[in-house]
């Protein structure tokens, strides 16, 4: 016969120890502020951004594919706002290599809701054509935004 002191299962003292740690886990995240999150996405989105206009720059300067190569910023009328990385002299001719979507907490405010913008790397040069800025924001919160601004000589800045 076994021992009474071994049977498998779940002490009283257990069950409690767990309920205790949920019940914290659940009141730091309500008292935490759901700021921090957006604030997160938000600087997220603006580096990747950063990261893949300096990428299509580098890609035209280096004459990737023989090729120009642009990003093309999309404000959706309705769904998640995404950018597509092209290659090609213009995006209506060229090809599309990747599609990036913000997070859902994020929305462009430049380019306008139902517009796109293109910044289009010139071969060799790296000199951009359109683009300017683009602005991207918190949904709920568009006061709290990012801007990444593409000079006239191929620099990022945001």
Known sequence: MKDKACRAGVS????????????????AVRFFPIE???AQS?????SKIVFTLRGAYNRA????????WGVRFVNGASGVDYYQ????????????VERINLNESIQFTTPPAASSTDVL???????????????ISVI??????KMITVLPNGQIQY
């Open 12 to 27: 009283l003292i257990e069950v409690i120890i767990v309920m205790g740690i949920f019940v914290v886990l659940a009141a």
């Open 36 to 38: 921090y999150f957006y």
């Open 42 to 46: 938000l600087e997220d989105d603006a």
């Open 61 to 68: 300067v280096t004459q990737d594919q023989a090729s120009a």
């Open 85 to 96: 990385v092209f290659k090609g002299d213009s995006f209506a001719t060229g090809t599309v």
């Open 121 to 135: 790397f010139a071969k060799m040069s790296g000199l951009p054509t359109g683009g300017g800025s683009i602005i």
């Open 140 to 145: 709920t919160e568009a006061s709290s935004s």
